[in-house]
């Protein structure tokens, strides 16, 4: 009897094992679709860029006055740290994998997601405003809080199909031991009768965009299992016609000197 219910239990557990890596598998695999549909806004950008640095160059070798040049110079760095960025975050964005969790900077987690979505925004007319507050540590696994921002971000652009406001925020929760991130938009709107669902895997009101983004009903209730197993919670607020805001809470970590410059060196 002790055998069939040692037998069982070890089913279970390799079970659990199975659907705990297919889970990080969609999360990976949700994550390269995002990375595809970026990457079209994110070329145009990388072409600006280029198109900065030798405008700038060929400024600085124009001109022989050592003010014009180092006008020139300073442009071409500015350039070539933009796109420094953009690359570094895509890689590490792309790259991370695992559980692992460790005390980051949340306003730096957000800024790298943001350096990756900024031309998306500004192509679909959609003006990005931020407040950022600087000092706020979570215990975060940081490629699935990006992915979680993402797809919050994605959202709430698709819900503004003719432009708006994105306001993202991070503070720290007056009231508890949280880390607060809000993504607000003045998109659309959730109908009340759609509200209780949209967690639920699946349930969508969209088809593909022109680009392939959207359309599974994965992105929220991916975002609601990472934010679940960071112990953390989710809020949505929405009123139809005007917008929605949804807010995730982290708890807070005290930020070890040796992560905060280990998080510098990821960005
Ligand atoms: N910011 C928002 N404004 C309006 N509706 C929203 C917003 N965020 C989510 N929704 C609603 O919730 C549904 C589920 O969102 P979810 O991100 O899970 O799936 P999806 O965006 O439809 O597809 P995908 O898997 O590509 O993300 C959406 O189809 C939409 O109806
Ligand atoms: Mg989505």
């Given amino acids: 009897m002790s055998g069939a219910n040692t037998g069982v239990s070890t089913e279970v557990a390799e079970l659990e094992a199975q659907v705990a890596q297919l889970r990080q598998q969609l999360l990976q695999a949700q994550k390269m679709v995002s990375i595809g549909a970026l990457s079209s806004s994110m070329t145009h950008e990388f072409n600006n860029i280029l198109m900065t640095v030798i405008n700038y160059a060929k400024m600085g070798l124009r001109h022989k006055l050592p003010a014009e040049r180092e006008k020139a110079f300073e442009k071409i760095l500015a350039a070539g740290q933009r796109a420094s960025r953009m690359t570094t975050g895509m890689l590490a964005f792309a790259r991370a994998k695992g559980d692992h969790r460790e005390p980051l900077n949340v306003a730096r987690l957000v800024e790298d997601v943001l350096v990756?979505?900024?031309?998306?925004?500004?192509?679909?007319?959609?003006?990005?405003?931020?407040?950022?507050?600087?000092?706020?540590?979570?215990?975060?696994?940081?490629?699935?809080?990006?992915?979680?921002?993402?797809?919050?971000?994605?959202?709430?652009?698709?819900?503004?199909?003719?432009?708006?406001?994105?306001?993202?925020?991070?503070?720290?929760?007056?009231?508890?031991?949280?880390?607060?991130?809000?993504?607000?938009?003045?998109?659309?709107?959730?109908?009340?009768?759609?509200?209780?669902?949209?967690?639920?895997?699946?349930?969508?009101?969209?088809?593909?965009?022109?680009?392939?983004?959207?359309?599974?009903?994965?992105?929220?209730?991916?975002?609601?299992?990472?934010?679940?197993?960071?112990?953390?919670?989710?809020?949505?607020?929405?009123?139809?016609?005007?917008?929605?805001?949804?807010?995730?809470?982290?708890?807070?970590?005290?930020?070890?000197?040796?992560?905060?410059?280990?998080?510098?060196?990821?960005?």
Avoid: W
């Fill in 116 to 267: 990756l979505v900024e031309k998306d925004l500004q192509m679909h007319r959609v003006r990005l405003e931020t407040h950022l507050a600087p000092e706020v540590y979570a215990e975060i696994n940081a490629g699935q809080v990006q992915q979680v921002i993402l797809n919050l971000i994605v959202n709430a652009r698709q819900a503004m199909s003719g432009g708006g406001n994105l306001t993202v925020s991070v503070r720290r929760s007056p009231e508890e031991n949280f880390a607060e991130i809000t993504v607000r938009d003045t998109g659309s709107g959730i109908p009340a009768d759609k509200l209780p669902h949209i967690f639920d895997p699946f349930f969508t009101t969209k088809k593909p965009d022109e680009r392939g983004q959207g359309g599974t009903g994965l992105g929220l209730s991916l975002c609601k299992q990472v934010i679940d197993s960071h112990r953390g919670r989710v809020r949505v607020e929405s009123v139809p016609g005007q917008g929605t805001a949804f807010t995730i809470k982290l708890p807070l970590a005290v930020a070890p000197i040796v992560h905060q410059n280990a998080a510098v060196k990821a960005s």
